[in-house]
Protein backbone atom coordinates (compact mmCIF):
# COMPACT_ATOMS: atom_id res chain seq x y z
CA UNK A 1 0.00 0.00 0.00
CA UNK A 2 1.42 3.54 -0.88
CA UNK A 3 2.65 5.93 1.41
CA UNK A 4 1.19 9.09 1.93
CA UNK A 5 4.38 10.94 1.36
CA UNK A 6 3.94 12.05 -2.30
CA UNK A 7 3.90 15.80 -2.02
CA UNK A 8 1.84 17.93 -4.57
CA UNK A 9 2.11 21.40 -5.87
CA UNK A 10 0.10 22.59 -3.30
CA UNK A 11 2.16 21.43 -0.77
CA UNK A 12 -0.02 18.58 0.68
CA UNK A 13 0.80 15.04 0.80
CA UNK A 14 -1.10 11.81 -0.68
CA UNK A 15 -0.49 8.55 -1.59
CA UNK A 16 -0.07 7.55 -4.92
CA UNK A 17 1.91 4.65 -6.22
CA UNK A 18 3.74 6.67 -8.55
CA UNK A 19 7.55 7.28 -8.41
CA UNK A 20 8.96 11.18 -7.95
CA UNK A 21 12.18 11.92 -9.32
CA UNK A 22 13.26 14.02 -6.20
CA UNK A 23 13.11 12.88 -2.62
CA UNK A 24 13.27 16.12 0.49
CA UNK A 25 11.88 16.58 4.02
CA UNK A 26 10.35 19.31 5.88
CA UNK A 27 11.10 17.08 9.52
CA UNK A 28 9.79 13.75 10.88
CA UNK A 29 5.81 14.34 10.20
CA UNK A 30 5.01 10.49 11.09
CA UNK A 31 4.15 8.84 14.12
CA UNK A 32 5.56 5.10 15.08
CA UNK A 33 3.12 3.73 12.28
CA UNK A 34 3.90 5.87 9.69
CA UNK A 35 0.91 7.41 9.53
CA UNK A 36 1.36 11.37 9.16
CA UNK A 37 0.37 13.61 12.09
CA UNK A 38 2.22 16.68 11.42
CA UNK A 39 2.42 19.25 8.28
CA UNK A 40 5.96 19.93 8.68
CA UNK A 41 8.33 20.18 11.62
CA UNK A 42 10.85 23.58 11.50
CA UNK A 43 11.46 25.95 8.54
CA UNK A 44 13.78 23.53 6.80
CA UNK A 45 12.10 22.17 3.32
CA UNK A 46 14.51 20.70 1.18
CA UNK A 47 14.56 18.29 -1.80
CA UNK A 48 16.87 16.15 -2.79
CA UNK A 49 18.64 13.48 -4.61
CA UNK A 50 17.00 10.28 -4.86
CA UNK A 51 20.48 8.45 -4.08
CA UNK A 52 23.36 9.99 -2.55
CA UNK A 53 26.85 8.29 -1.72
CA UNK A 54 25.23 4.92 -1.55
CA UNK A 55 23.50 5.59 1.87
CA UNK A 56 20.07 3.57 2.76
CA UNK A 57 17.38 4.54 4.41
CA UNK A 58 14.10 2.82 6.07
CA UNK A 59 11.17 4.67 4.83
CA UNK A 60 9.47 6.52 7.69
CA UNK A 61 11.53 4.98 10.69
CA UNK A 62 10.15 6.20 14.25
CA UNK A 63 11.61 9.50 14.94
CA UNK A 64 13.71 10.61 12.24
CA UNK A 65 12.70 12.78 9.01
CA UNK A 66 9.95 11.91 7.18
CA UNK A 67 11.08 11.21 3.24
CA UNK A 68 9.32 13.21 0.86
CA UNK A 69 8.95 12.67 -3.03
CA UNK A 70 8.28 15.19 -5.69
CA UNK A 71 7.15 14.45 -9.27
CA UNK A 72 10.02 17.27 -10.47
CA UNK A 73 11.32 20.91 -9.01
CA UNK A 74 8.55 22.57 -10.22
CA UNK A 75 6.54 20.91 -7.94
CA UNK A 76 8.97 20.85 -5.18
CA UNK A 77 9.63 24.62 -5.81
CA UNK A 78 5.59 25.38 -5.96
CA UNK A 79 5.60 23.46 -2.60
CA UNK A 80 7.65 25.66 -1.55
CA UNK A 81 11.25 22.96 -0.65
CA UNK A 82 14.33 24.34 -1.80
CA UNK A 83 17.32 22.49 -2.96
CA UNK A 84 19.70 20.24 -0.33
CA UNK A 85 23.00 22.25 0.28
CA UNK A 86 24.27 18.91 1.37
CA UNK A 87 23.36 16.55 -1.65
CA UNK A 88 22.57 19.04 -4.21
CA UNK A 89 25.84 21.56 -3.16
CA UNK A 90 26.79 23.09 -6.71
CA UNK A 91 22.49 23.30 -7.59
CA UNK A 92 21.61 25.12 -3.80
CA UNK A 93 24.80 27.63 -4.87
CA UNK A 94 23.40 27.94 -8.95
CA UNK A 95 19.89 28.48 -7.00
CA UNK A 96 20.92 31.03 -4.39
CA UNK A 97 22.63 32.80 -7.22
CA UNK A 98 19.63 33.27 -8.88
CA UNK A 99 17.12 33.83 -5.24
CA UNK A 100 19.90 36.37 -4.43
CA UNK A 101 18.84 38.31 -8.28
CA UNK A 102 15.42 38.09 -7.99
CA UNK A 103 15.08 39.76 -4.49
CA UNK A 104 14.61 43.47 -4.30
CA UNK A 105 17.48 45.30 -3.14
CA UNK A 106 19.78 41.40 -2.61
CA UNK A 107 21.09 41.31 -6.79
CA UNK A 108 25.20 41.41 -6.04
CA UNK A 109 24.42 41.51 -2.34
CA UNK A 110 26.89 39.58 -0.24
CA UNK A 111 25.80 35.61 -0.44
CA UNK A 112 23.13 35.01 1.99
CA UNK A 113 22.65 32.18 4.49
CA UNK A 114 20.65 29.13 4.19
CA UNK A 115 18.73 30.27 6.97
CA UNK A 116 17.80 33.58 5.57
CA UNK A 117 16.53 31.77 2.67
CA UNK A 118 14.55 29.26 4.75
CA UNK A 119 13.12 32.38 6.76
CA UNK A 120 11.60 34.16 3.84
CA UNK A 121 10.51 30.73 2.21
CA UNK A 122 8.56 30.06 5.87
CA UNK A 123 6.92 33.05 6.16
CA UNK A 124 5.78 33.10 2.30
CA UNK A 125 4.55 28.98 3.02
CA UNK A 126 2.59 30.22 6.06
CA UNK A 127 0.87 33.41 4.14
CA UNK A 128 -2.63 33.95 4.41
CA UNK A 129 -3.65 35.45 0.60
CA UNK A 130 -2.88 33.72 -1.79
CA UNK A 131 -0.71 35.99 -4.70
CA UNK A 132 -3.13 35.81 -8.14
CA UNK A 133 -1.69 36.57 -11.99
CA UNK A 134 -3.75 38.48 -14.07
CA UNK A 135 -3.52 35.67 -17.26
CA UNK A 136 -0.66 32.86 -16.14
CA UNK A 137 0.98 34.17 -19.64
CA UNK A 138 2.59 36.65 -17.23
CA UNK A 139 4.64 34.39 -15.49
CA UNK A 140 7.66 32.80 -15.82
CA UNK A 141 8.08 29.05 -17.68
CA UNK A 142 8.84 26.56 -14.53
CA UNK A 143 5.86 28.39 -12.39
CA UNK A 144 3.23 26.47 -11.27
CA UNK A 145 -0.56 28.14 -10.57
CA UNK A 146 -3.84 26.37 -9.46
CA UNK A 147 -7.70 26.55 -10.29
CA UNK A 148 -9.72 25.25 -7.72
CA UNK A 149 -8.07 21.84 -6.57
CA UNK A 150 -6.35 21.73 -9.84
CA UNK A 151 -2.69 22.69 -10.64
CA UNK A 152 -1.00 23.92 -13.91
CA UNK A 153 2.57 24.09 -14.77
CA UNK A 154 3.35 27.41 -17.30
CA UNK A 155 5.41 25.91 -19.99
CA UNK A 156 5.95 29.34 -22.56
CA UNK A 157 2.59 30.09 -23.95
CA UNK A 158 0.94 26.87 -22.88
CA UNK A 159 -0.13 24.84 -19.42
CA UNK A 160 0.72 21.58 -18.09
CA UNK A 161 -2.27 20.16 -15.44
CA UNK A 162 -0.09 18.08 -12.98
CA UNK A 163 -0.93 14.93 -12.27
CA UNK A 164 0.87 12.46 -9.97
CA UNK A 165 1.72 10.31 -12.70
CA UNK A 166 3.46 13.26 -15.09
CA UNK A 167 1.59 16.46 -16.71
CA UNK A 168 -1.22 16.46 -19.23
CA UNK A 169 -1.67 18.90 -21.63
CA UNK A 170 -4.05 21.83 -21.09
CA UNK A 171 -4.72 25.16 -22.54
CA UNK A 172 -3.52 28.42 -22.07
CA UNK A 173 -6.50 30.86 -20.72
CA UNK A 174 -6.50 33.97 -19.85
CA UNK A 175 -8.05 34.65 -16.86
CA UNK A 176 -7.16 35.33 -13.19
CA UNK A 177 -5.83 32.57 -11.69
CA UNK A 178 -4.00 30.97 -7.98
CA UNK A 179 0.01 31.69 -7.66
CA UNK A 180 1.03 28.29 -6.11
CA UNK A 181 4.79 28.88 -6.43
CA UNK A 182 6.06 31.13 -3.58
CA UNK A 183 6.76 34.75 -4.79
CA UNK A 184 10.24 34.75 -4.04
CA UNK A 185 10.66 31.39 -5.99
CA UNK A 186 8.41 32.78 -8.67
CA UNK A 187 11.56 35.80 -9.44
CA UNK A 188 14.40 33.50 -8.24
CA UNK A 189 12.62 31.25 -11.78
CA UNK A 190 12.25 34.74 -13.75
CA UNK A 191 16.12 35.11 -13.27
CA UNK A 192 16.65 32.22 -15.02
CA UNK A 193 17.08 29.82 -12.78
CA UNK A 194 17.46 26.18 -14.89
CA UNK A 195 14.69 24.13 -12.47
CA UNK A 196 13.96 20.73 -13.98
CA UNK A 197 10.83 19.13 -14.49
CA UNK A 198 9.33 15.74 -15.87
CA UNK A 199 9.64 14.60 -19.28
CA UNK A 200 5.90 14.60 -19.50
CA UNK A 201 5.85 18.35 -19.86
CA UNK A 202 7.47 18.40 -22.99
CA UNK A 203 5.21 17.34 -26.62
CA UNK A 204 7.46 14.97 -27.49
CA UNK A 205 7.58 12.94 -24.01
CA UNK A 206 8.26 8.67 -24.52
CA UNK A 207 7.47 7.34 -21.39
CA UNK A 208 7.25 7.13 -17.52
CA UNK A 209 10.52 6.10 -16.91
CA UNK A 210 12.57 9.30 -18.25
CA UNK A 211 14.49 11.83 -15.71
CA UNK A 212 13.20 15.07 -15.28
CA UNK A 213 15.58 17.53 -17.08
CA UNK A 214 16.47 21.28 -16.92
CA UNK A 215 13.91 23.79 -18.40
CA UNK A 216 15.87 26.36 -20.08
Not at 23 to 37: A, F, P, Q, S, T
Not at 53 to 78: H, S, V
Request: charged share 25%; proline share 8%; hydrophobic share 40%.
Amino acid sequence: MPRQNRVTPFGTLIATPHRGTLMGNRGCLHDDEGVIRRRFVGRRWISCLLSFKDRRRTIMAPNRYTELFFLDEATALAAGHRPCVECQRARYQLFLTHWLAGQPGRAGATPARVDDVDRVLHVERLGDVAAVVESPRRLPAGVMVAEGDEAFLVVQDALRRWTPAGYERAEMVDRPLRVLTPPSLVRTIASGYPLTIHPSAEPSWAGPDQAARPLM
